[in-house]
T-cell receptor, first 114, second 114 residues
Framework: AQTVTQSQPEMSVQEAETVTLSCTYD???????LFWYKQPPSRQMILVIR??????QNATENRFSVNFQKAAKSFSLKISDSQLGDAAMYFC???????????FGTGTKLQVIP | KAGVTQTPRYLIKTRGQQVTLSCSPI?????VSWYQQTPGQGLQFLFE???????NKGNFPGRFSGRQFSNSRSEMNVSTLELGDSALYLC?????????????FGPGTRLTVL
């Protein structure tokens, strides 16, 4: 079984500032993949960033980066230079095992203040 | 390349009726997954299809079923609708449906059960 916990239902950040969204997970598998998805008000879910558990290096995608702490089972998302377009629900997700059966967290609603 | 498409986008049904939702994956993608999204339960995995075979199933009653066609298009059926089935149903496709594969989501079908 795999679980994902996002303890911050809502967060806000000033435009151009940095914000970190928290996520913890649990899985009994040694091979797994972690994801952050963004769901803007239009509802189309978009992949923000992904991390392979076997890679020690933290993934980065432009202004988005993760802090992957495997021993602590923590996978936080850092958004630098926040923009108005970053306002959305952010979901942390895990997929462990061979096939896709993704488990999502409950989401964090991010508000960006101009 | 066209994205994942879902039809219809909105649907209103009454209790006891049956509904069929359709999902067309990205060209070349052979795996299709379905998710139910509700404010109370969040995003929950329904099932995943690959090459016309259901490979994984979430914890949903038998009223929820699906199928995949030879062109990878997928349909999801809910019979004997209940009020609690009101939700956004998301479809996602990936190349092979492996744990490492990135899922691409469609815009969803908003189902309202009256």
């Amino acid at each position: 079984a795999q679980t994902v916990t996002q303890s911050q239902p809502e967060m806000s950040v000033q435009e151009a500032e940095t914000v970190t969204l928290s996520c913890t997970y649990d899985t009994s598998e040694s091979d797994y993949y972690l994801f952050w998805y963004k769901q803007p008000p239009s509802r189309q879910m978009i992949l923000v960033i992904r991390q392979e558990a076997y890679k020690q290096q933290n993934a980065t995608e432009n202004r988005f980066s993760v802090n992957f702490q495997k021993a602590a089972k923590s996978f936080s998302l850092k958004i630098s230079d926040s923009q108005l377009g970053d306002a959305a629900m952010y979901f942390c997700a895990i997929n462990s095992g061979g096939y896709q059966k993704v488990t999502f967290g409950t989401g964090t609603k991010l508000q960006v203040i101009p | 390349k066209a994205g994942v498409t879902q039809t219809p986008r909105y649907l209103i049904k009454t209790r006891g009726q049956q509904v069929t939702l359709s999902c067309s994956p990205i060209s070349g993608h052979r795996s299709v997954s379905w998710y139910q999204q509700t404010p109370g339960q969040g995003l929950q995995f329904l099932f995943e299809y690959f090459s016309e075979t259901q490979r994984n199933k979430g914890n949903f009653p038998g009223r929820f079923s699906g199928r995949q066609f030879s062109n990878s298009r997928s349909e999801m059926n809910v019979s004997t609708l209940e009020l609690g089935d009101s939700a956004l149903y998301l479809c996602a496709s990936s190349l092979q449906g492996r744990g490492a594969d990135t899922q691409y989501f469609g815009p969803g079908t908003r189902l309202t059960v009256l």
